[in-house]
Every structure is written in C-alpha cells, then in structure tokens.
C-alpha cells in the first residue's frame, strides 16, 4: 500500500521520538496539571455579633509551588469582607477545614459567597453561598 500520502509522511527517528514521548509524559503528568483549581466543599458559619466561618477546601496540593493559600467571604456582588490566608500546604490532608472568627457582617447582607485560592490558578474552583444566621 503505497498511497501518495502514506510516501508524503516520513518516520520520526528515535530521538525525536523519544523527545516527544517525555514531552507527552511531562504535560499528562505535571503536578501542576493535575491539581486544578481550590474547591470550597463545605461552610459552617456561626454568628454572635461577630461571625466565625469554618470552611472545607479541596485542592490536590503538590507542594510549596501549588497549593491552596487563601479563602475569601465575599458579598453576593462580589465585595471582599475577610480573606483567610493558608500559610502551607495541605499535601497530606485533604479535604481541610479551617476557621476564621471576627468577621463583621454588614445587617443588610443576609447571603455571603465563599472562594478558595490557589497559586497556580487563583479562583474559580468550587464555591458556596451559605446565608448569615441573625438572632
């Protein structure tokens, strides 16, 4: 079978082809890749005045270089009220919870978003709307 396309391909040679299959392994295997974007999976807010948030977060950390470093409370349009930073990551522990008490809730916010932060990709992961408990 000798087609005039089959002639028009020529072979790659082993070193091309072997630099094209560590470039394939590199990029299908890349930690950096693999660990997507911070989810927050779960919220519990607690409310006295002041509010404390706990919060789940799920991100495949791979190191110092990738891993979830922060979530936010947010408005519903958006406005920051309190960012929790992550100081380290979470590489054996996932999911996570931390917590963050103090935050002021304006009495006009009845509903709050919460995001998580990674390195790598900033926001865009998982996130809840939880409402504000008032007594």
């Known amino acids: 079978m000798n087609s005039p396309m089959m002639s028009a391909l020529k072979p790659l040679d082993f070193p091309a082809l072997t630099l094209l299959g560590l470039l394939l392994s590199a990029l299908l295997y890349s930690p950096l890749l693999l660990a997507g974007k911070a989810d927050v999976l779960d919220v519990r807010v607690k409310c006295d005045g002041l509010c404390r948030f706990s919060v789940t977060v799920q991100h495949a950390d791979s ?73």
């Open 63 to 135: 190191g110092w270089d990738h891993y979830a470093d922060a979530w936010q409370v947010l408005t519903t349009d958006g406005r920051v009220l309190a960012t929790r930073t992550l100081l380290h990551p979470h590489v054996d522990e996932q999911p996570f919870t931390r917590s963050l008490g103090g935050v002021e809730i304006p009495a006009d916010i009845h509903t709050v978003v919460l995001r998580a932060h990674d390195k790598v990709h900033g926001y865009g992961g998982v996130e809840k709307r939880v409402d504000i408990p008032r007594r």
